[in-house]
């Protein structure tokens, strides 16, 4: 299993512009996250979703925008990038084991500057 | 609002040294702790992690303490290696998809 993979890599913005983080997943997990991580600060919940067509906003999710069409892609999408949006974003997910909480895996990152 | 506090932000230690990291943690209802490495460049790693119904686990040279009356949580790595350095997050849960995350600690261990 790849785990959870994410595109691209790096990427620089200009304010104003969109573009489409790609992350996917191979481990059949339901619940899928999104979060960034800005400097010396702990990572902040984008946005969740608990199954295919199911999304829900977590604790930072203006300026973004999510999609879950399939169980294993989970996009995240900037409309009109803003230099508050440099950051490093890291998509995470999960399986339901039946318990209230379960441990979440997380890809590699995709670091986003807005210029 | 729920917030979970992580000290220090910064570790120094000799190769061989233990190192302790702490955190504390707001919500009581709170029932699932993991812990992650993240080294350069990569996402977080799970290393280790604890459930309320437990005070102490242990994996090799690390190991997790719980103590749900303080709500504070710790980390413990035994005989640190040049490859343990990295920055380290602790999380407190109380249902799968809302996890609240330290501030990270950046550990050196210097050889």
């Known amino acids: 299993n790849a785990g959870v993979t994410q595109t691209p890599k790096f990427r620089i913005l200009k304010i104003g512009q969109s573009m489409t983080l790609q992350c996917t997943q191979d481990m059949n997990h339901n619940y899928m996250y999104w979060y960034r991580q800005d400097p010396g600060m702990g990572l902040k919940l984008i946005y969740y979703s608990v199954g295919a067509g199911i999304t829900d906003k977590g604790e930072v999710p203006n300026g973004y925008n999510v999609s879950r069409s399939t169980t294993e892609d989970f996009p995240l999408r900037l409309e009109l990038a803003a230099p508050s949006q440099t950051s490093v974003y890291f998509c995470a997910s999960s399986y339901p084991t039946g318990t209230t909480t379960d441990t979440q895996y997380f890809g590699p990152g995709t670091r986003l500057t807005v210029l | 609002g729920e917030n979970v506090e992580q000290h220090p932000s910064t570790l120094s230690v000799q190769e061989g040294d233990s190192a302790v990291i702490k955190c504390t943690y707001s919500d009581s209802a709170s029932n699932y702790f993991p812990w992650y490495k993240q080294e350069l460049g990569k996402g977080p790693q799970l290393i280790i992690d604890i459930r309320s119904n437990v005070g102490e686990k242990k994996d090799q040279r690390i190991a997790v303490t719980l103590n749900k009356t303080a709500k504070h949580f710790s980390l413990h790595i035994t005989e640190t290696q040049p490859e343990d350095s990295a920055v380290y997050f602790c999380?407190?849960?109380?249902?799968?998809?809302?996890?609240?995350f330290g501030t990270g600690t950046r550990l050196k261990v210097l050889a």
């Open positions: 999380a407190a849960s109380k249902v799968t998809y809302k996890y609240i």
